[in-house]
């Protein structure tokens, strides 16, 4: 999963983090409801407006639940036990998985 935001923006609509997501506005929503350290504005109409914060922490949630089959009690926990040490780990994956598409993308190329 690599997901394509601006990096520009201060703020996300729901309906911006679910396309990049690739899942329902409705996901978004429940795991907000769900997930403390999710933390979007809201706007005056009471739309959410994620940072790039809250977009790295659906990464994690993401990456959690969906690619290693958490549930989400054992994503909740495990994201209170230790998630300085989770989004670290979660990061070296992400940047291997970029330096790896990369390498591909060379190899391609020769």
């Known amino acids: 999963m ?45 739309n959410r407006m994620f940072t790039p914060e ?4 659906l990464q994690l949630i993401f990456h959690l639940v969906k690619e290693r089959g958490f549930t989400l009690e054992g994503a909740k926990t495990h994201l209170k036990e230790g998630q300085k040490k989770t989004l670290d780990k979660f990061e070296i994956i992400r940047k291997l998985e970029t330096i790896r598409t990369q390498l591909s993308n060379i190899k391609n190329q020769l």
């Not at 809250?54 to 922490?57: P, S």
């Open 54 to 57: 809250d977009v790295t922490n």
């Open 2 to 46: 690599h997901i394509e935001l601006s990096k520009d923006k201060r703020y996300y609509g729901i309906g911006e983090v679910a396309k990049a997501f690739d899942v329902n506005a409705s996901l978004i929503r429940f795991w907000d409801n769900e997930f403390d350290i999710l933390k979007p504005k809201k706007n005056a109409k009471g």
